[in-house]
């Protein structure tokens, strides 16, 4: 009697494991099997349904729903009888999609609208400066709409048009309106491709990733404002990919820089074209190579050199600028810091025909340096939201680091600071910032005084 | 008799995860998109391999599109989560997957590859 019992549970358990160890199917997922192939049905009355394994029925509906598919996608006119294809010409099977997509996952829906329209994007940003001493001040300090366009999966335009300080006046010295970017990339392989129009020039960490929330601070770096000029964009053309392991590169040549705008104050910000009458005699030669082979780390390094263009004949001084940067996450930690380092040759030339010209010397220097490090802390728990962030960046820049023979260096151009502060996001994309400038120089004469800047940005 | 029993338990466990099985993919990668680039952007898999992508952002929201297929969803911005895309390769060739919303000044060349061998 036992025994019998015992047999007939193995029976059972042998069933069970036949089951769902072989075909490993539930009763709910046949059920919607069956479903599927009565909807198939319905499709194609001529369709078998329940034949076989669960595999085979499974096969046979994919390969239907394959057929289907092709058929369905063959324009066919009404006019056009849907008459069968001769068997001695086979129809030849549909290719097949690369992916099978299984499932999405993830904390936003998937989304069936791809890039086809017209790709639109901005940032804007509202500071107030207070330098001590004097009154603050509000400005609207960028209002900036991008637009994009796909003409092909290969051929892409992308622009970026800005309106500073708000208000724009013919003639007078308010604020301005400028093409900062608008550029054609025709993309050919991943390690070759081709761009031309109105570029960034792809030197230091923050010229080309310039939107208010992927920098702290309300202002930007002094040293990517006095030895890098940031925002510096110019007419040009080049190659740019990524060459795998995580290395990529851009390489253009650009319109050059203006010899009547440097000076010892901005340097090079006054000597951009900005894509106006640039000079294309000379191109300028600009590169970066960026390692980011290693999760949350790139290593950059920036090298730009060209002749000036400009009106005078009898000196033609070339710019050159090196510059290494790198930025490193590690959990809550985030550093980065750069290091550039500018050469102007012919300088004692420069000054002395600027100073014939114009009437006073611009002191311009052979050689300018500047570094600066920037340690971060999020200090907000990961789960929440919002995210907290603590910096301090101390910098280090001299727009005299080395002066043409018979000039001599002045001491405030030889600058440091420690802007420490923080930047809230409510949003990912949204910053509120605040931080307080202590600022120094080694000029005996002439004070810097330090400041309070808030700040509030966004980008869409 | 109890050796009928356990050899009975085990192969049910078997069976049970054997279904589950079928969903687990046979390699897990994680991505992290950036201004203006996905890290890794070229990746190797095998045709017919059962993968998962987990998509994380470092800054902004960024789209993970594949051309000419039905994969296209949103990685959103920094701490707000992480995307998975689980798919099938089912032939070989190499495929690119870009960023489909606009991100900044790079947003063209925010591409990667894949390479299905």
Redesign the interface.
């Known amino acids: 009697m036992v025994n019998y019992k015992y047999k007939n549970m193995v029976k059972v358990f042998m069933a069970l494991l036949l089951a769902m160890g072989m075909s490993a199917q539930t009763p709910e997922q046949e059920r919607r099997l069956e479903r599927l192939e009565q909807k198939m049905r319905q499709l194609d009355p001529t369709f078998a349904i329940g034949a076989g394994s669960w595999e085979e029925r499974l096969a046979l509906l994919e390969q239907k729903l394959d057929s289907v598919l092709a058929s369905s996608r063959s324009p066919r006119t009404k006019s056009e009888p849907a008459s069968p294809e001769p068997e001695s010409e086979p129809k030849p099977e549909p290719a097949k999609e690369p992916f099978s997509l299984v499932s999405v996952k993830g904390d936003y829906e998937s989304s069936n609208d791809s890039e086809s329209r017209m790709p639109v994007a901005g940032y804007m940003e509202a500071h107030f400066n207070k330098n001590r001493g004097e009154p603050g001040q509000a400005d609207f300090h960028r209002f900036v709409l991008l637009f994009g366009h796909n003409f092909s999966r290969r051929i892409k335009f992308w622009s970026e048009l800005e309106v500073e300080h708000a208000f724009v006046e013919g003639g007078e010295e308010t604020g301005e309106v400028a093409l900062e970017q608008a550029y054609l990339d025709f993309l050919i392989k991943p390690y070759f491709n081709l761009r031309a129009g109105m570029l960034l020039t792809p030197v230091g960490l923050v010229n080309e990733r310039h939107e208010p929330p992927a920098f702290n601070g309300v202002e930007r770096p002094f040293v990517e404002t006095f030895i890098i000029p940031t925002t510096w964009r110019e007419l040009g053309f080049g190659v740019t990919g990524d060459v795998g392991h995580g290395l990529r590169y851009r390489a253009y040549l650009m319109s050059a820089l203006n010899a009547t705008g440097l000076n010892a104050e901005e340097v090079l910000s006054s000597a951009k074209t900005n894509g106006f009458q640039a000079s294309f005699r000379n191109p300028a030669k600009a590169l970066r190579v960026e390692y980011a082979g290693v999760r949350r780390l790139v290593l950059g390094f920036s090298g730009y050199t060209g002749i000036t263009g400009n009106q005078f004949l009898s000196v033609k001084p070339a710019v050159s600028i090196a510059s290494f940067d790198g930025r490193y996450s590690y959990r809550r930690l985030d550093v980065r810091g750069l290091f550039a380092n500018t050469w102007i040759s012919q300088a004692g030339k420069l000054n002395f025909v600027l100073q014939r010209q114009v009437g006073f010397g611009a002191n311009v220097a052979s050689e300018m340096r500047g570094s600066y490090i920037e340690p971060a802390i999020h200090v907000m728990p990961r789960r929440l939201r919002q995210d907290l962030i603590l910096f301090t960046r101390y910098e280090r820049f001299n727009t005299q680091q080395r002066m043409p023979q018979g000039y001599l260096p002045l001491g405030e151009f030889d600058r440091k600071a420690l802007v420490t502060g923080f930047t809230f996001k409510p949003h990912a994309d949204i910053a509120v910032k605040f931080d307080y400038v202590l600022n120094y120089n080694a000029s005996a004469v002439i004070r810097p005084v330090n400041a309070v800047n808030l700040g509030l940005g966004w980008w869409f | ?1 109890r050796k ?1 029993w356990l050899f ?1 338990a085990c ?2 466990c ?3 995860f ?2 589950d099985r ?2 687990v993919p046979a390699r897990t990668i ?1 991505i ?1 998109a950036e ?1 203006f ?1 996905f ?4 990746i190797r898999i095998k045709e017919g391999e ?1 993968v998962e992508f987990i ?1 994380t ?5 960024h ?1 993970f ?27 070989k ?1 190499e ?2 997957f870009e960023c ?10 925010m ?3 894949i390479v ?1 061998k």
């Not at chain 2, 890290?39 to 070229?42: D, F, R, V």
């Not at chain 2, 952002?57 to 929201?61: I, K, P, Q, R, V």
């Not at chain 2, 489909?100 to 060349?109: F, P």
Request: one cysteine or more; glycine letters at 12%.
């Open positions: 008799m009928v009975l192969c049910l078997a069976g049970v054997a279904q079928k969903d994680a992290t201004r680039v890290t890794p952007s070229k059962l998509l952002s470092e800054d902004t929201e789209g599109l594949i051309p000419g297929t039905s994969i296209h969803a949103i990685i959103p911005p920094r701490g707000k989560g992480e995307l998975r895309v689980k798919f099938v390769a089912n032939r060739g495929f690119f489909s919303r606009a991100c900044g000044a790079g947003h063209n060349l591409r990667g590859s299905v």
